[in-house]
């Protein structure tokens, strides 16, 4: 699709959604999902633009773009800050070139560092992504690895261990033996090390796999842990808006051509629009909020849900988490322990009703 008949409807979208919303406070636009560091800068300058006359922006707007780090992309970062993107999120994910190739990565290692380079000149905040537990990254490995990429530059990082999505080449390839991942004595040591180092460079883990300086963390994806609102724009998003009393999960037409369609036809690329149910909310606060090391605050759980605590999850499940330590319970407070949160899914899993 030609870049400006997308951004021409990336804009009919925002402004056909703030006349349906109104003039709400905006407190940060995330440019994501894909590669929208191909965009023209133009265009992301427009979007902005348009994004805060339409809302009202609160002080100290976070405006992230996400990027990878090969040199088309890499080349276009200070005409990006121009437009008015203050904080850039690099798609590292390795600074080794096997692993690289491994994960189907189209950038080097040199490529990552000298992008990390450029950005810390030209943004005020920066983040970027590493996975670990590859197939043959030993301990040692991985500190080296990490000690690196903190040294250059590093108010955020998000660091996700390895693992195997069902129905991907990766899965494929893991059921033939291609590969092996580190046990899970392993990986529970690179993840405490992981919380050593990161905490070494003055960076606390807030989110299971997130960790940022005093201040950093990044307040567009606070807002999807903390259960706010947020509006979702362009082929395949999702959004959680509130009208009146109740709370809608939307989205969009996933492929580019059929949302742009719609979007000049009706003003909206948007297919569905469900009301979300008591039950419903509180799953998805209680999946949200426990990846967080500050955790949910019950008063705003019940206000956000309309259920108190024992009326969203298993009394009995509740109970045990609590007496193992995997979660914490306050009169105001639920949140996960450290030993919770490495075992988040399954937890949930069993303590959702």
Known sequence: MPEARFAKALRTELAHDAARLGRRKLGSIFFGGGTPSLMAPESVAALIADATTLFEPLPN????????????EAGRLAAFRQAGVNRVSLGIQALDDTALKFLGREHSAPQALAALETARKLFPRITFDLIYARPGQSLADWQQELNTALSLVADHVSLYQLTIEPGTKFEALYRTGAFTLPNEEEAAALYEETANIT??????GYEVSNYAKPGSESRHN???????D?????????GRVTEGNALFATRRHRAPEPWAERVEQTG??????EALSPQDRAREMLLMGLRVTEGIALPRFNARTGLTLEQATNATILQ?????NYLELTPTTLRATPEGRVRLEALLHALLV
């Open 61 to 72: 707007m976070e405006i992230t773009l996400e990027a990878n780090p090969t040199s088309v």
């Open 230 to 238: 947020y509006v979702g724009l362009g082929p395949g998003a999702h």
């Open 268 to 273: 909206t690329g948007q297919t569905s629009q």
């Open 222 to 228: 606070l807002t999807y842990w903390r259960y706010g």
């Open 320 to 324: 045990a988490a609590l007496e193992e």
């Open 199 to 204: 905490a070494r460079h003055g960076l606390a």
